[in-house]
Protein backbone atom coordinates (compact mmCIF):
# COMPACT_ATOMS: atom_id res chain seq x y z
CA UNK A 1 0.00 0.00 0.00
CA UNK A 2 1.65 3.64 -0.27
CA UNK A 3 1.32 4.09 3.15
CA UNK A 4 2.63 0.70 3.96
CA UNK A 5 -0.19 -0.79 5.96
CA UNK A 6 0.45 2.47 7.96
CA UNK A 7 4.21 2.30 8.77
CA UNK A 8 4.01 5.89 7.20
CA UNK A 9 1.28 7.23 9.19
CA UNK A 10 3.43 7.65 12.31
CA UNK A 11 1.19 6.11 14.79
CA UNK A 12 3.02 2.94 14.57
CA UNK A 13 5.81 2.79 17.57
CA UNK A 14 8.60 0.19 18.51
CA UNK A 15 5.89 -1.17 20.97
CA UNK A 16 3.07 -1.27 18.51
CA UNK A 17 1.92 -5.50 18.87
CA UNK A 18 -0.72 -6.79 16.18
CA UNK A 19 -2.81 -9.53 17.14
CA UNK A 20 -2.58 -13.10 15.09
CA UNK A 21 -5.57 -11.39 13.18
CA UNK A 22 -3.61 -8.39 12.02
CA UNK A 23 -2.26 -9.41 8.37
CA UNK A 24 0.36 -7.07 9.44
CA UNK A 25 1.63 -9.41 12.08
CA UNK A 26 2.77 -11.65 9.21
CA UNK A 27 3.64 -9.11 6.73
CA UNK A 28 7.64 -8.69 6.62
CA UNK A 29 8.09 -4.71 7.54
CA UNK A 30 6.55 -5.97 10.85
CA UNK A 31 9.18 -8.51 11.61
CA UNK A 32 11.77 -8.17 13.88
CA UNK A 33 15.05 -6.40 12.49
CA UNK A 34 13.19 -5.23 9.61
CA UNK A 35 10.97 -2.90 11.64
CA UNK A 36 12.97 -1.83 13.56
CA UNK A 37 14.69 -0.31 10.19
CA UNK A 38 11.73 0.55 8.66
CA UNK A 39 11.09 2.43 12.16
CA UNK A 40 14.43 4.23 11.52
CA UNK A 41 13.67 5.39 7.74
CA UNK A 42 9.80 6.44 9.30
CA UNK A 43 11.51 9.18 12.07
CA UNK A 44 13.20 10.62 8.93
CA UNK A 45 9.84 11.29 7.33
CA UNK A 46 8.17 12.19 10.92
CA UNK A 47 10.99 14.82 11.31
CA UNK A 48 10.56 16.60 7.50
CA UNK A 49 6.54 16.28 8.19
CA UNK A 50 6.91 18.50 11.69
CA UNK A 51 9.00 20.68 9.77
CA UNK A 52 6.31 21.43 7.21
CA UNK A 53 3.46 21.27 9.62
CA UNK A 54 1.93 18.32 7.78
CA UNK A 55 0.77 14.58 9.42
CA UNK A 56 3.89 12.17 8.47
CA UNK A 57 0.98 10.46 6.00
CA UNK A 58 0.36 13.39 3.84
CA UNK A 59 4.21 14.27 3.36
CA UNK A 60 4.32 10.18 2.68
CA UNK A 61 2.16 10.62 0.00
CA UNK A 62 3.28 13.75 -1.48
CA UNK A 63 6.66 12.29 -1.55
CA UNK A 64 5.22 9.49 -3.84
CA UNK A 65 3.85 11.91 -6.19
CA UNK A 66 6.64 14.75 -6.17
CA UNK A 67 9.27 12.36 -6.56
CA UNK A 68 8.00 11.12 -9.93
CA UNK A 69 7.76 7.47 -8.50
CA UNK A 70 4.04 7.33 -8.80
CA UNK A 71 1.54 9.12 -11.33
CA UNK A 72 -1.34 8.63 -8.83
CA UNK A 73 -1.35 7.13 -5.37
CA UNK A 74 -4.41 4.73 -3.69
CA UNK A 75 -4.96 4.56 -0.38
CA UNK A 76 -7.84 2.73 1.89
CA UNK A 77 -9.63 4.99 4.43
CA UNK A 78 -11.32 4.24 7.89
CA UNK A 79 -12.89 7.30 8.43
CA UNK A 80 -13.54 10.50 6.29
CA UNK A 81 -11.02 12.42 8.08
CA UNK A 82 -8.25 9.97 6.51
CA UNK A 83 -9.49 10.87 2.84
CA UNK A 84 -9.31 14.83 4.34
CA UNK A 85 -6.01 14.18 5.16
CA UNK A 86 -4.72 12.55 2.27
CA UNK A 87 -6.42 15.19 -0.58
CA UNK A 88 -4.48 17.41 1.61
CA UNK A 89 -0.92 15.80 -0.29
CA UNK A 90 -2.37 17.76 -3.64
CA UNK A 91 -2.22 21.67 -1.86
CA UNK A 92 1.40 21.68 -0.97
CA UNK A 93 5.06 20.58 -2.13
CA UNK A 94 8.10 19.79 -0.24
CA UNK A 95 10.78 22.10 -0.97
CA UNK A 96 13.93 20.88 -2.33
CA UNK A 97 15.92 20.29 0.88
CA UNK A 98 13.52 18.61 2.54
CA UNK A 99 13.31 15.94 -1.01
CA UNK A 100 17.02 15.86 -0.15
CA UNK A 101 16.42 14.86 3.25
CA UNK A 102 13.83 12.19 2.34
CA UNK A 103 15.93 10.69 -0.75
CA UNK A 104 19.16 10.41 1.30
CA UNK A 105 17.21 8.42 4.44
CA UNK A 106 14.30 6.43 3.46
CA UNK A 107 14.31 3.99 0.59
CA UNK A 108 11.70 4.31 -2.19
CA UNK A 109 12.74 1.20 -3.71
CA UNK A 110 15.85 0.22 -2.36
CA UNK A 111 15.06 -3.37 -0.29
CA UNK A 112 14.93 -4.01 3.33
CA UNK A 113 16.33 -7.64 3.91
CA UNK A 114 14.44 -9.99 5.51
CA UNK A 115 12.67 -13.61 5.76
CA UNK A 116 8.98 -14.61 5.61
CA UNK A 117 7.83 -17.66 5.88
CA UNK A 118 5.34 -19.39 2.94
CA UNK A 119 3.24 -22.24 4.07
CA UNK A 120 2.53 -22.63 0.07
CA UNK A 121 5.72 -23.52 -1.78
CA UNK A 122 8.31 -23.43 0.25
CA UNK A 123 6.90 -26.63 2.86
CA UNK A 124 6.23 -23.66 5.69
CA UNK A 125 10.46 -23.22 5.58
CA UNK A 126 11.83 -19.46 5.81
CA UNK A 127 12.47 -17.92 2.17
CA UNK A 128 14.91 -15.25 1.31
CA UNK A 129 12.55 -11.96 0.38
CA UNK A 130 12.98 -8.42 -0.01
CA UNK A 131 10.59 -5.65 0.51
CA UNK A 132 10.82 -1.78 -0.72
CA UNK A 133 9.50 0.16 2.12
CA UNK A 134 7.39 2.34 0.16
CA UNK A 135 6.14 0.05 -2.47
CA UNK A 136 4.14 -2.40 -0.02
CA UNK A 137 2.02 -4.99 -1.12
CA UNK A 138 2.89 -5.90 -4.49
Known amino acids: SALADGL ?23 QPGAFEQSLEHVSH ?3 VSSSLSQPPAVVALRWLLQSGYADAVLTGSISSRHITDNIRC ?7 AEMQELQRSVPLEGPVPLKETSPGGTGGQ ?3 ATTPLMKGDQ
Request: hydrophobic share 35%.
Open 8 to 30: LSGTVRKDTRFGPDDHRSRYPLF
Open 45 to 47: LIR
Open 90 to 96: LWFEIPS
Open 126 to 128: ACP
